[in-house]
């Protein structure tokens, strides 16, 4: 089974299928050897893989994939470790869509948006009128005691026999 499965296409000069294309490669060298010849380029291919150009980057997976024709105890370190960052890595798509400290920033502004919210509604709550005087509780106990005297709702509300309820009172 291939380590490396990624969908990488040589990249071309024209995408019509009768143009006559011409590939050019940069010199990467990507060998399996004991002596880890390949060492500068695959060292530390997750911190050059984004910089390098697409025609490296293929040539570098188009070696690799002709080592994984080979037994994979014959590899050196860095060899597994290009291959396995070129498979599985966070480049391209797997790439994370968040920095460092996102949840933070996310925290800070939902935060923030609550406190301005919370200040708006304290300020309209502080400029508003007083309530009307129909609030008041003596007010509301008036009401209660005007519906009794003119029998108003008999069956169910305040002026029948068995009313346990508060009435209008709030």
């Not at 499965?5 to 143009?19: E, G, I, Q, V, Y």
């Not at 893989?49 to 080979?70: F, G, I, T």
Request: no cysteine.
């Amino acid at each position: 089974m291939s380590l490396i499965r990624t969908a990488f296409r040589p990249l071309s000069a024209s995408r019509s299928p009768l143009a006559k294309t011409t590939r050019t490669y940069a010199t990467a060298t990507v060998t399996s050897t004991r002596t880890n010849a390949s060492a500068p380029l695959l060292a530390n291919i997750e911190a050059s893989w984004d910089s390098l150009p697409a025609e490296e980057r293929y040539q570098v997976y188009d070696q690799l994939a002709e080592l994984n024709k080979k037994d994979w105890k014959e590899w050196t370190i860095d060899e597994k470790k290009a291959a396995y960052y070129i498979s599985f890595g966070p480049w391209g798509p797997r790439k994370p869509l968040h920095g460092p400290n996102h949840g933070l920033k996310v925290t800070a502004i939902a935060g923030g948006t609550i406190a301005a919210s919370l200040g708006v509604f304290g300020l309209i709550r502080a400029m508003a009128p007083p309530p009307p005087k129909t609030m008041t509780r003596e007010y509301q106990e008036e009401t209660n005691e005007y519906m009794r005297t003119n029998n108003i709702n008999p069956i169910y509300g305040v002026a029948s026999e068995d009313y346990k309820g508060k009435g209008m009172v709030q």
